[in-house]
């Protein structure tokens, strides 16, 4: 099947310094997603960054949201600029967009929906940090909206990998084509 790019965005999720750092195979992905990231632009795909974010003392994160209220703390004595860095290899160009989410999903909390559609994108292509954070979020979410989703499989890492391999193979297929980089470049 061939892609229809004209309609289609590159998402590269949470691929910012704060969360690389966190990530031991941080190196390999970073590889994967470069690749990617250059083969979109080289097909006039658009790639969208989207980063998780907070305002100054974090007021965002509410004492009943699990995942992030324990981090609240830390959260608001960070300098939030340098945490939401896209990381340098594979950092946005000149009128690439940068989306700041304030949850897990892409689309919580930030104009994503708004930019997709200015854009006039129906098929988005995820890559990211969590398998099993914001890309399970978001296409739950973009899936909820309608929208075509491919997922690359070796463009996203977990810190589990049993729960990558099962979202990638199990889960995910059911709302989304799901490839590995080099199936996707044959595309």
Request: proline share 3%; net charge negative.
């Amino acid at each position: 099947m061939e892609q229809n790019t004209q309609n289609t965005a590159l998402l590269v999720m949470d691929m910012q310094v704060g969360i690389l750092g966190m990530l031991p195979e941080a190196a390999g992905i970073l590889e994967k997603v470069s690749s990617a990231i250059a083969t979109a632009r080289s097909k006039n795909i658009p790639v969208i960054y989207v980063v998780v974010g907070f305002r100054q003392g974090a007021p965002e994160i509410s004492i009943n949201n699990k995942s992030f209220s324990v981090a609240k703390e830390m959260f608001s004595n960070m300098d939030m600029t340098a945490f939401m860095q896209v990381h340098d290899s594979i950092a946005p160009q000149a009128g690439e967009v940068t989306v700041i989410k304030r949850r897990v999903s892409a689309f919580t909390g930030s104009d994503l929906e708004v930019v997709l559609r200015s854009f006039g994108i129906q098929h988005i292509i995820l890559t990211g940090i969590a398998t099993s954070g914001v890309v399970l979020s978001t296409l739950r979410e973009a899936s909820d909206k309608d929208y075509r989703i491919t997922v690359l499989s070796d463009c996203c890492a977990d810190g589990d990998e049993e729960v990558h391999r099962v979202l990638t193979t199990k889960v995910f297929p059911r709302q989304a084509d799901v490839h590995s980089l080099e199936e996707w470049n044959k595309i």
